[in-house]
């Protein structure tokens, strides 16, 4: 594929919008960046956040993204998510919806969780009456029935991000870009939720790409582990995980993957040292 | 299943009342002394420093047949409500001001509407709206009274100049500073356009915006009176009136009390504008529990 200029970018799908072009069936990949690059312009000196990445995330994927600081995660995201555009490069997703989740779980602190839900549905123009028979249900699934009218700041902080995936998931989103969404979680409650998010990815077929510096929660939740360099971010290293039955945290397993990513990012971020 | 125990289980855990066993009667009763004690300390400061000012004896005022105590003051106060024209007067004030500030809202929202949406346009009439708000109402009456004469329009135009300002800005302020999470979360739910200022930016702005309302209506308040001093209307009969024939008949006590009535007209209303802030930021969980 050719590097096109910023002109010949096609424009990422909007989010939200009606998928009028039908979904890749099969084969190809939900998500496929190929030779992405950013450039952020500030005042004088150019910033090149990303260089050249490429990358092909099938359909059902469970994708972790890890590197050190300033390899362009967040930027990586955005640009899937259509918030931002490539300064060369392409990014395609088919057509497919995609929803995003931040490492905060930026509700509306004026509604409560159900709203905060049904707020999403109604954004796609879900008739009433179905929306809310979908919100008790989008609830259900991430375990909080009973807590619809709860606001935002009466809920614990994993409690705040279930919100948010439910809302996320309101999006019917075929792709799901997660920001470091349990990094300010306590450990106990990020382990619990791990479980939780690979339950309903399986039950919804959910491509996920997933951004964390946490080399374990990588290590338990991907399919396959992506490292990233540090400014500009490029793909440094790919590392397949065979999916064995359940995982834990804990399994060696996780633990060997987890030290083999380990190396890798001492490997360069030791290139930044000198 | 184990993982969702475990989850109900943390949740229950985390959400664990913070162990207040008090019944609702008691807890209505606490709260409304603790609501109620400091107004009545700063009413009864009032009338001490009222008293001992009258007893100082000070320019030998107390000598003079227009000097007055608290007691004689809100015995004078109470017979201008029950028999005198005070009552009527606060009618026709409260009347300009609710119609003045209704105006002044209306003018705020649509200007802090179209100048926080046009980037050139906030960055030309941004500042004339700070300068604006800074003017001193008074200074506008000659400019009013020239265009609308000795009219109720003229005290209106600057109730209106004096409190849209600042509702203006509490709104534009608000708009400002949404935060851009949300709007990015916004943006990704799929908000576009009037569903984003619906559901979006003018919720998050509320709070700025009902700050605004509450200085807005401090301006509004200062300038009607003012206005209604300046501009005195043949047989319009308003707390300014009142006031004028007091100064002219040098009846200090009944200025007092028309004083007084102002004074707590004001405070009243800014309570209102209070509880409309407190309301506000204990719904979003802005408020320290604690405290609150």
């Known amino acids: ?274 | 299943m184990a993982t969702d125990q475990a989850l109900h289980g943390l949740d229950n855990l985390e959400l664990s009342p913070l162990g207040s066993q008090e019944s609702a009667a008691s807890r209505i009763a606490r709260k409304a002394w603790t609501v109620t004690w400091p107004k009545v300390l700063a009413v009864v400061l009032v009338l001490v420093v009222w008293q001992l000012f009258y007893l100082s004896n000070y320019h030998g005022i107390k000598a003079d047949h227009y000097a007055t105590g608290p007691v004689a003051g809100l015995q004078n106060l109470w017979d201008q409500l029950a028999h005198g024209q005070l009552l009527s007067a606060i009618g026709t004030t409260l009347q300009s001001a609710v119609v003045g500030y209704a105006l002044a809202v209306l003018v705020g929202v649509i200007v802090g509407g179209v100048v926080s949406r046009i980037p050139p346009l906030r960055a030309a009439v941004g500042s004339i709206i700070t300068g604006l708000q800074t003017m001193p109402s008074i200074a506008w009456f000659p400019f009013a009274i020239i265009l609308f004469g000795l009219t109720n329009s003229a005290i209106l135009f600057v109730v209106i100049l004096g409190a849209a300002p600042s509702i203006a800005n509490g709104l534009i302020a608000g708009v400002d500073y949404t935060p851009p999470l949300l709007l990015r979360a916004g943006k990704m739910m799929g908000l576009r356009r009037f569903a984003l200022w619906r559901y979006l930016i003018l919720p998050a702005s509320l709070p700025s915006f009902v700050a605004g309302m509450k200085q807005g209506w401090a301006f509004a308040w200062r300038s009607l009176m003012a206005g209604e001093l300046v501009v005195q209307i043949a047989g319009s009969l308003s707390l300014g009136v009142l006031l004028n024939g007091d100064q002219q008949q040098l009846d200090l006590t009944s200025a007092i009390s028309v004083m007084i009535a102002i004074l707590l007209i004001g405070v009243v209303v800014d309570g209102l504008f209070t509880r409309a802030d407190l309301a506000i930021r204990n719904r979003r969980g802005l408020l320290d529990p604690a405290i609150a």
């Open chain 1, 1 to 274: 594929m050719s590097i096109s200029d910023t002109q010949a970018t096609p424009p990422a799908p909007q989010p939200g919008a009606s998928a009028l072009s039908a979904v890749d069936a099969g084969d190809g990949p939900a998500v496929n960046l190929s030779e992405v690059s950013k450039v952020y312009r500030t005042g004088r000196t150019d910033l090149l956040a990303l260089d050249k990445v490429s990358l092909a995330v099938r359909p059902g994927e469970f994708v972790c993204i890890i590197g050190a600081s300033g390899c362009g995660k967040s930027t990586l995201l955005n640009l899937v998510a259509g918030l931002d555009r490539p300064t060369a490069g392409m990014v395609d997703t088919g057509g497919r919806r995609v929803g995003l989740m931040f490492q905060e779980p930026a509700l509306f602190p004026w509604l409560s969780a159900g709203r905060n839900v049904e707020l999403a549905l109604q954004a796609r123009k879900v008739p009433k009456a179905e929306r809310q028979a979908r919100t008790r249900d989008l609830l259900e699934t991430v375990r909080l029935r009973g807590f619809a009218d709860k606001r935002p700041h009466e809920l614990s902080g994993g409690m705040r991000q279930r919100v948010a995936l439910a809302r996320a998931l309101a999006q019917d989103a075929d792709v799901l870009l997660m920001d470091e969404p349990f990094g300010a979680l306590d450990a106990m409650t990020r382990d619990l939720l791990h479980d939780e998010l690979e339950r309903i990815c399986a039950e919804r077929t959910l491509t996920v790409m997933f951004v964390t510096h946490n080399v374990r929660e990588a290590a338990r939740l991907g399919d396959r582990v992506i490292v990233l360099s540090s400014r500009p971010g490029t793909v440094i290293g790919e590392y397949e995980v065979p999916r064995e039955g359940p995982r834990r945290i804990d399994s060696t397993q996780v633990a060997h993957m987890a030290a083999a990513l380990t190396d890798r990012l001492r490997e360069e971020m030791g290139r930044h040292g000198n």
